[in-house]
């Protein structure tokens, strides 16, 4: 957790975990080029697959047998008709929890308040609700500075990149 990444978009300055960023932004990158689970697995990672089918299992409540799957067990063998996508299957993102209404890929803006020091989140910014029972984590733009000061003062190295929080985020990146 110590290398983050940021940049700032829509007014607000968005921190991230760049091991993350960059986990994220190979799968918004893999989504439209994966014509199967191969493709997607070849585009990202295998972590990456695995990742994607614990949070398939967990959705439909079945994560305990996910050392069952990592072992090449069938599934099917605990819980009759249960099929997780074959690297050989056709890919689908309808297949990535989440991903049609919005949620697959992390809320950064979120996802800061589980790991920001304390010290750095009561000075540097709010807590901003957003509708549909969302909220932010919001940081003015012209705290910057600071913000980066008091993150390396702690041990963080952080540099931005705009254009990767971006695409972790599923957004398209605007061409130069």
Same mark, same amino acid.
């Given at each position: ?45 295998? /972590?990456?697959? $695995?990742?994607?089918? %614990? !949070?398939?299992?967990?959705?439909? @409540?079945?994560? #305990? *047998?996910?050392?069952?799957? &990592? ?56 807590? /901003?609700?957003? $509708?549909?029972?969302? %909220? !932010?984590?919001?940081?003015?733009? @012209?705290?910057? #500075? *600071?913000?980066?000061?008091? &993150? ?25």
């Amino acid at each position: 957790m110590k290398e983050l990444v940021y940049g700032i978009i829509q007014d607000n300055v968005v921190i991230a975990n760049k091991h993350q960023a960059i986990q994220y932004a190979s799968i918004s990158d893999a989504i439209p080029r994966s014509k199967n689970w191969a493709d997607f697995i070849r585009l990202t990672s295998q /972590e990456t697959y $695995e990742e994607v089918v %614990f !949070r398939i299992l967990e959705v439909l @409540e079945f994560e #305990q *047998l996910f050392p069952h799957f &990592l072992m090449g067990e069938s599934l099917s063998n605990y819980v009759p008709g249960l099929e997780l996508p074959l690297p050989e299957d056709e890919f689908s993102v309808e297949l990535l929890p989440g991903f049609e209404e919005g949620e697959f890929f992390p809320r950064f803006e979120e996802e800061i308040l589980s790991w920001l020091p304390e010290e750095i989140f009561q000075e540097m910014g709010k807590v /901003e609700e957003l $509708e549909n029972d969302a %909220f !932010r984590y919001r940081i003015l733009p @012209e705290s910057i #500075q *600071l913000v980066i000061q008091s &993150l390396e003062s702690l041990g963080f190295s952080i540099e931005e990149d705009a254009p990767l929080i971006l695409k972790a985020q599923g957004h398209e990146v605007p061409s130069a």
